[in-house]
């Protein structure tokens, strides 16, 4: 497509409630990228995809998050049994090459656990 | 480990002046530095990469610097307009890493007519 599009744009989940964000990237990016942002400060780094492999999950803030991109296009993140403190922006990136010449990121989604 | 400072308060500048912005690192040399921009609600928009070994970049009314003594990067906009109001995110090359990002908190830059 011609950029990165993530659904939903907006979720809203109650504390415990299982969730699930797609991400689908520009046709042809090799690399993808999760990412959290809290407000008013800078996206923190998740998961790194390139192609179907996850070859990065360090980011991931515990074993409530699970990213996997079967085909080496759309991405999901998922987060089980949801917290409050998992309320973010979740924003998808995609680049042609690993974080040499600027990522395209989606909208992102705004998770709110209530 | 590596941090990255951005100025944390709006920036207001008059219409058709130059906007500065300022990106300061520091426990690293890093390869690249670049600029995004975010308008609300949406995720950043890439706008620079400026390369360690570069020391100014221009594209259309922006300006970028990197000063590698300093270790600072200025983001400069000349005869800003009110549509360049947004938040400007800095963002630096992982130094454990050749994908990562570290980035900033950004700067909230309001153009006023």
């Known amino acids: 497509g011609a950029g990165v599009s993530q659904s939903p744009r907006y979720k809203v989940a109650k504390r415990g409630q299982d969730v699930a964000l797609r991400c689908d990237p520009i046709s042809g990016h090799v690399s993808l990228f999760w990412y959290q942002q809290a407000l008013g400060q800078g996206p923190e780094f998740l998961t790194y995809?390139?192609?179907?492999?996850?070859?990065?999950k360090s980011g991931l803030p515990s074993d409530r998050f699970f990213a996997e991109r079967p085909e080496g296009s759309v991405s999901t993140l998922k987060i089980q049994r949801t917290q409050q403190e998992d309320s973010a922006v979740y924003l998808c990136?995609?680049?042609?090459?690993?974080?040499?010449?600027?990522?395209?990121f989606g909208s992102g989604t705004r998770l709110t656990v209530v | 480990s590596q941090k990255i400072e951005q100025n944390s308060e709006a920036l207001n500048i008059q219409e058709g002046k130059t906007a500065t912005l300022t990106c300061n690192y520091t426990n690293y040399s890093p390869a690249y530095l670049q600029w995004y921009r975010q308008d609300p609600g949406r995720g950043p928009v890439f706008l620079l990469l400026i390369r360690e070994n570069e020391k100014e970049k221009r594209k259309e009314r922006l300006k970028v610097t990197f000063d590698t003594t300093l270790k600072q990067s200025l983001f400069h906009i000349t005869a800003s307009q009110p549509a360049d109001s947004a938040t400007y995110l800095c963002?630096?090359?992982?130094?454990?890493?050749?994908?990562?990002?570290?980035w900033g908190a950004g700067t909230k830059l309001i153009i006023k007519p």
């Open positions: 995809f390139q192609n179907e492999a996850q070859l990065d």
């Open positions: 963002a630096l090359d992982d130094m454990d890493s050749n994908y990562q990002l570290i």
């Open positions: 990136a995609s680049s042609q090459v690993p974080a040499n010449y600027g990522y395209t």
